[in-house]
């Protein structure tokens, strides 16, 4: 797996490195004789690139969302430029200044409800992974514009992986910055193969952001953990990203209408059915199963009773 410096268009560099099973991408735009980032990868990520002399100085970051894998070197990189400016979206704002609580709300988020969750072990890495807590300097909204090196940026509010979501979009060459927003099968291993499951959650809201995105007139879609995408390729991605949120659906309600089951029961169930990656990912579809649970939930058509869901 390559650890390798793109430029997919002129002025946005591509930093690409393995991440277990998968890779890793963070973006540098070009901003007059520096840098606004696109996401800030892992702790050590950014600014081992800069110590290797790939990446100038950054004056800004924007962090299209709350995970580790996004946010994680933003500590250390304000304590190398200190006139870095940070921005995300209001509604992951207090995820991703901290990340105590981005641990328990959204990596634990099934413990309370389900007893369902990583091991301790796997939950302390991601939020060690999460580097130092630091403040945002401000937030981005749906419609604002983002002048960019010779770019004006629309930023788009695409909830669905999380709640606060964004995405860049520059209109004039067709660029759309998309990060985690749409995630087809889950993030791929270089062969293509999901390595992991899908990890959206907000039902309702990921199935408008994926019509949403299909209506952007794209030429190139730049992501945090695919190939780069021509706008054929993203037309069958966000085809895969519909058809797996309805393929779940149907899985849970037809095995709520067998017997009535626990979450761990259905984790098993949808991972048994759908798993292309190693068992020690399938704990990751609890995203995707707490989400599918509560939309079937709202729209009436599952029951809960004493923890267990049936179809009604
Ligand atoms: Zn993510």
């Known amino acids: 797996m390559d650890t ?24 540098a735009l070009a901003d007059g004789d520096g840098f606004t980032l696109w996401d800030t990868a892992l702790p ?11 990446l100038g100085r950054v004056d800004r970051a924007v962090i299209s969302h709350a995970d580790a894998d996004h946010l994680g070197d933003t500590a250390a990189l304000r304590a190398r430029h200190p006139q870095l400016k940070v921005f995300c979206h209001a509604a992951d704002r207090h995820w991703i200044e901290f990340h105590g609580v981005l641990a328990q709300a959204r990596y634990d988020h099934a413990r309370a409800d389900h007893s369902f969750g990583y091991d301790a072990t796997t939950l302390q890495g991601l939020w060690d992974a999460c580097g130092p807590d630091f403040t945002v300097d401000g937030t981005l909204a749906d419609g604002d514009i983002l002048p960019i090196g ?49 990890t959206h959650q907000f039902i309702a809201d990921y199935l408008a952001t994926i019509a949403r995105l299909a209506d952007l007139p794209v030429q190139q879609v730049l992501t945090a953990h695919w190939p780069f995408m021509t706008a054929q390729e993203f037309t069958g991605f966000l085809a895969l990203s519909r058809q797996r949120v309805m393929l779940d659906l149907e899985t849970i309600l037809a095995a709520c209408g067998r017997q009535p089951q626990s979450f761990a029961a259905l984790i098993g169930v949808l991972n048994d059915r759908f798993r292309t990656w190693p ?34």
């Open 44 to 54: 050590g990520v950014v600014t081992g690139w800069q110590d290797a002399g790939q």
């Open 4 to 27: 390798i410096r793109l430029e997919p268009a002129p002025g946005i560099f591509c930093f690409r490195q393995p991440m277990g099973a998968r890779y890793l991408q963070f973006y």
């Open 279 to 312: 068992e020690g990912e399938d704990a990751n579809y609890m995203y995707a199963l707490s989400g599918s649970l509560e939309y079937l939930l709202a729209q009436g058509a599952l029951a809960k009773d004493a923890g267990l869901y049936t179809a009604r």
């Open 150 to 198: 010779s770019r004006r940026w629309t930023v788009l509010h695409v909830p669905g992986h999380s709640p606060g979501h964004l995405a860049l979009w520059s209109e004039a060459d067709g660029i759309l910055l998309a990060s985690d927003a749409v995630l087809g099968f889950g993030p791929p291993t270089p062969a293509g193969i999901p390595s992991m499951p899908s």
